[in-house]
């Protein structure tokens, strides 16, 4: 269990949070929901025990296993098999095992071969009060349904794509959650985004584990149907007021709830200033009376206090204004790859691809996971070096970058740093116009990007891609953590976009938008006219 008291968290000097009280007991599966910036992934920071609040008290009396937007991984040596069992410190055990068992074919000597035998045992029990072989068993089972094949798990994690090492993170995090045998483990799942990089199958597995998880949930989610299958109550944070709303019921009902809530507010406060003017204006009249001045002052309190009583009001959530400029002019084909290869040590991942990305082209890339889209990207984007090929720019080529882990940011820069960085010679008042238009102002502009939550971070490398001209986009699932209103702002600029713009996502709606003129099917480097038939692997792949 997960306890909050009295907690108040900041950003800068801006106040996410006062006073919450907020607990998780088993069997809660709560939806932390709330507009981009309202302080969900803080809080989640916070409940998980990675950061301290700004005031108030946080603890937990059963284990914890938390997936934050970014995960960081450790050791990029290690297999991704080894990952997820160091969730129970299995990898360690069998590794000390194997040690074990050399020793034991190795030694002649009657007395030391009889110290490597106990050794072997000591371990391989406490390797079975663990779970032993039923939890590798099931470790593996966990990756599967997350899209993580058996080749996959034998490689180290340095060789592979950013979703799927966001998926070995997931994974890990689950088997902590189970006792070795598939039975949950009482752990507390706290999990920022668990449906990013994931396909339409692995997303319709993870419901039913979460469904069936009864040793606390907290879920940060835009995927709607994944709340809606999930969640038994709901947090909403309401960045207007700096208060948490708890709602004890399920996805459903808290929508409609939520609208009747609002109902209740509008009507509430139309009664309140309709009764206000009226004793305003009675004051007015009854103060031009000396007699009846003390009356007239005692009405406009009372109205006053009619108008403080009221609950704040709840703005309409801001939204960032994205329009991609006008790209400039450029070549009848700005960017060309002739015969790119890439491996990551023995293991290949894609050979021999030719693509040219003609002026104003909408092109998306398709595969599986692990089959080389960010790789590609990459390449085109010049911030990875290809084993064999070339990238060739055309005439005036400009490209500008959306790397799905944020990868073009500083996250121990500012805001304003990282803008500047991206256009150096734009001006000093253009630039602050655009972070505007992205909702960053003021004390923001210095704010680490460290620090601002997976939605703001990709406004501010949106922010970037607007203050250039580009004139080839690519795109690297541009829509993860947006919220649906700022996707569709996403989606809307897409669709206005002059130039050429090359798109990985798992987004039918982003495709769509697109409208995109051809496809290239990884790792073949397959290039196709776009077809609607397509459109059915977006999400498998």
């Known amino acids: 269990m997960i306890t909050a008291t009295d907690m108040e968290l900041r950003a800068g000097s801006r106040i ?48 914890v296993g938390y997936l934050p937007q970014d995960p960081r991984e450790g050791d990029l040596r290690v297999t991704a098999k080894d990952r997820v069992l160091s969730a129970k410190g299995l990898d360690e055990l069998l590794r ?28 391989e029990e406490r390797f079975a009060a663990l779970g032993g072989y039923a939890a590798e068993s099931e470790a593996a089972r966990i990756c ?18 950013g979703g799927q090492r966001r998926r070995v993170e997931l994974a890990r995090i689950l088997f902590a959650a189970t006792d070795g045998g598939g039975a949950p483990s009482g752990t507390t799942l706290l999990l920022d985004e668990p449906t990013n990089h994931l396909d339409a199958d692995s997303i319709t597995w993870l ?48 929508l409609d709830a939520r609208a009747t809530d609002e109902k209740r507010r509008r009507r509430e406060r139309a009664n309140a200033e309709k009764k206000a003017a009226a004793l305003h204006t009675q004051a007015l009249k009854m103060g031009a009376k000396a007699t009846k001045a003390v009356a007239a002052k005692n009405m406009a309190r009372r109205a006053d206090e009619l108008l403080a009583g009221l609950e704040p009001e709840r703005k309409n959530d801001r939204v960032a204004k994205i329009r991609f400029p006008d790209p400039a002019p450029c070549g009848r084909t700005p960017i060309t790859a002739e015969g790119l290869s890439k491996a990551f040590g023995s293991l290949e991942v894609f050979t021999g691809v030719d693509l040219a990305v003609d002026r104003g082209a ?28 070339q990238v060739v720019p055309g005439h005036g080529l400009r490209t500008g970058y959306f790397a799905q882990e944020h990868d073009t940011l500083d996250m121990d820069a500012t805001v ?18 655009v972070l505007g238009t992205f909702m960053f102002s003021g004390e923001q502009l210095e704010q680490r990007a460290g620090t601002l939550s997976g939605g703001e971070r990709t406004r501010l490398a949106l922010a970037g891609l607007v203050s250039s001209s580009a004139n080839v986009l690519l795109l690297d699932e541009p829509t993860n953590n947006l919220d649906p209103a700022s996707r569709e702002q996403v989606l809307d600029a897409l669709r206005r976009f002059a130039g ?13 938008a697109l409208d995109p003129d051809k496809v290239i099917v990884l790792p073949d480097g397959t290039e196709d006219l776009w077809s609607a038939d397509y459109l059915e692997l977006v999400q498998l792949a």
Do not use: C
């Open 144 to 161: 599967a349904h997350l899209g993580l094949p058996e080749r996959v798990l034998g490689q180290p994690i340095a060789t592979l794509s």
């Open 207 to 254: 419901r039913q584990f979460l469904s069936a998880h009864d040793g606390g949930l907290v879920v940060i989610s835009h995927d709607t149907d994944l709340l809606a299958a999930v969640v038994n109550k709901v947090w909403f944070l309401d960045a207007t007021r700096g208060e948490v709303d708890v709602y004890n019921m399920d996805w459903k009902r808290y």
């Open 416 to 433: 304003w740093e990282n803008i500047r960085h991206a256009s150096p010679d734009t001006p000093e008042q253009q630039l602050r116009t």
């Open 500 to 512: 050429a713009v090359v798109l990985v996502t798992h987004d039918p709606g982003a495709v769509e």
């Open 16 to 63: 996410l949070l006062a006073g919450a009280t907020l607990r998780v007991q088993p069997g809660d599966r709560i939806g932390l929901v709330g507009r981009n910036g309202a302080g969900k992934t803080t809080s989640m920071r916070v409940l998980a025990g990675e950061s301290e609040p700004y005031g108030g008290t946080v603890g937990a009396n059963s284990p």
């Open 362 to 389: 909408k092109v998306v890339v398709l595969g599986l996971n692990g089959a080389g889209k960010t790789t590609l990207l990459r390449l085109l984007a010049g911030t990875e070096v290809p084993d064999a090929g």
């Open 96 to 123: 000390r095992m194997e040690k074990a068992q050399t020793a034991m074919a190795e030694l002649v000597d009657g007395a030391q071969n009889d110290k490597a035998v106990r050794e072997y045992g000591r371990i």
